[in-house]
């Protein structure tokens, strides 16, 4: 017997990252014009340099995060699916959002006890924004090619 799946939830999920991915690109690129007015057009280029550099580090942390989430998304889109089956999606959706959690939570506190230089600022929040972009657009990269093999 195969099994069928209701992707009317996760389609909307994807949507709804869509628009909060243009929203963080918005908000990252008004950074990005703020601190380019305040400090050297080098020390600029030196802080964007790092900040790609941070990325491409925290890239396949985030990745397995969106992976594991967009995995877990669609297993709970499938129908007839157990009390204790949706039990233990549900565990791992608390502790994935825990997780995101205490991210935010990092990253907020990393920001206030930092240095006040524009540039230091500028870092920890583009990296935080990046971030989160990516795990938005790794999570609907995976959920769209997982219900497109389930289809």
Not at 13 to 23: D, E, Y
Not at 78 to 99: H, M, N, P, Y
Not at 130 to 151: G, H
Request: aromatic share 14%; with cysteine.
């Amino acid at each position: 017997m195969t099994q069928t799946f209701d992707f009317t939830r996760l389609r909307k999920l994807t949507v709804i990252h869509g628009f909060v991915q243009v929203f963080l690109l918005v908000l990252l690129a008004g950074m990005s014009f703020v601190l380019l007015g305040k400090v050297p057009s080098d020390v600029f280029m030196n802080s964007i340099i790092r900040v790609v550099v941070l990325e491409l580090i925290l890239f396949y942390p985030v990745y397995k995060l969106a992976t594991g989430d967009a995995q877990r998304e669609v297993a709970s889109a499938a129908t007839g699916l157990t009390a204790d089956e949706l039990q233990a999606l549900r565990r791992k959706r608390v502790f994935s959002d825990i997780l995101k959690g205490a991210l935010i939570i990092f990253f907020f506190t990393f920001t206030v006890k930092a240095p006040g230089a524009p540039q230091i600022q500028f870092m920890i929040l583009a990296v935080f924004l990046l971030s989160y972009l990516a795990y938005f657009q790794c999570f609907n990269y995976v959920a769209k090619k997982l219900m497109e093999a389930q289809d």
